[in-house]
């Protein structure tokens, strides 16, 4: 049984931080890169950040560079965290987590194991 869980999305205040967590199990291989996005009410999924696990490698949406950092647990890979730091309201949204070869990272059909997601609201 393969999956993708998040896990540490609560409800915060304007100012304040969480961390995210994704883990994925069941998988035979360790996914090239991990994204997360998140989709706030009404609007569409869009890409927050990205890591490509073989070296590290991180890229960020506009919107929250300097504010939230992608990372990964170097001891297991499987293992990616999202601190989210300086939190607006505009960042309240349902996140998830998903699995990608490759392909544009900012593109969600380019992920083909996703999260069930994990809701962050901001107030």
């Known amino acids: 049984h393969v999956q993708l869980e998040e896990s540490g999305g609560r409800s915060v205040q304007s100012g304040g931080s969480l961390r995210l967590s994704c883990t994925a199990s069941?998988?035979?291989?360790?996914?090239?890169?991990i994204g997360w996005f998140r989709q706030p009410p009404g609007k569409e999924r869009e890409a927050v950040a990205v890591?490509?696990?073989?070296?590290?490698?991180?890229?960020y949406a506009n919107s929250v560079k300097g504010r939230f950092t992608i990372s990964q647990n170097n001891d297991d890979k499987n293992v990616v965290w999202l601190q989210m730091n300086g939190l607006k309201p505009e960042d309240t949204a349902m996140y998830y987590c998903?699995?990608?070869?490759?392909?544009?990272?900012?593109?969600?059909?380019?992920?083909?194991?996703w999260g069930q997601g994990t809701q962050v609201t901001v107030s």
């Open positions: 998903a699995g990608s070869p490759g392909g544009s990272w900012i593109v969600p059909g380019y992920y083909n194991y």
């Open positions: 069941g998988f035979r291989y360790i996914h090239p890169r």
């Open positions: 890591i490509y696990t073989r070296d590290g490698t991180t890229d």
